[in-house]
């Protein structure tokens, strides 16, 4: 028996239905929140995802928007020009599109890191000693791989050798582990932060 959609009045010969309803028309059950709200870091670009400061372009935060949206839909992304989230509903043989529009805005802020490193803070301090081939080598290792994970605030030459301070002591410690190098380690008192005793520590590493 054909069928005529009571919305849009197309035949159920020329698109399938669903109930009553043709696929295009039939009231989807889509629950999407009115406003979202990212913040960027105005520094490094990073983007503030569920605690963490992450690397985000439009595709990553497009993904976090839909993410946040429930209902009966097999995908869906946003334009953040259009202010507008798309969704596809039906099924693997036919889908359409449905819109939804959610406002989406990013505030510029600045990450703790990059807040800390244009302030001169530093847990550690790596000493490179010896033969300065040897130490412009191991120089640039070490600031590659600890630039996945923290910064470096100061980079100090010596007669002896030279100085990395570094944002985190715990990645340092994270790094010797990884590249296997033997340490020596001192610590010293910074001062106190909320009743607890802050450290800084030097890791003298001979080559």
Sequence with gaps: MELRCPKCGISSREIP??????IKCKPVNIKCPKRMEFIRCSKCGRVRLKGNWVKADESRLSEEVISK???EFIGGSYDFRKQEATFFVGDKNRMFPVKRRIKVSIVKNI???CSR????????????????????????????????TTFITKEEAK???LDLYVGSSKAV????AELHLRAKMSKKLAGQKEGKRLYRTTFLIRL
Excluded: D, H, N, W
Aim: charged share 30%; net charge positive.
């Design 17 to 22: 239905f669903s109930g009553p309803f043709c």
């Design 69 to 71: 949206c429930k209902g």
């Design 111 to 113: 990450c703790q890191e």
């Design 117 to 148: 490193k244009s302030g001169g803070y530093f847990e550690g301090i790596i000493q490179l000693r010896g033969p300065k081939g040897k130490v412009m080598k191991a120089c640039r290792t070490i600031k590659k791989m600890l630039a996945k």
């Design 159 to 161: 007669k002896e050798g």
């Design 173 to 176: 410690v994270e790094l010797l």
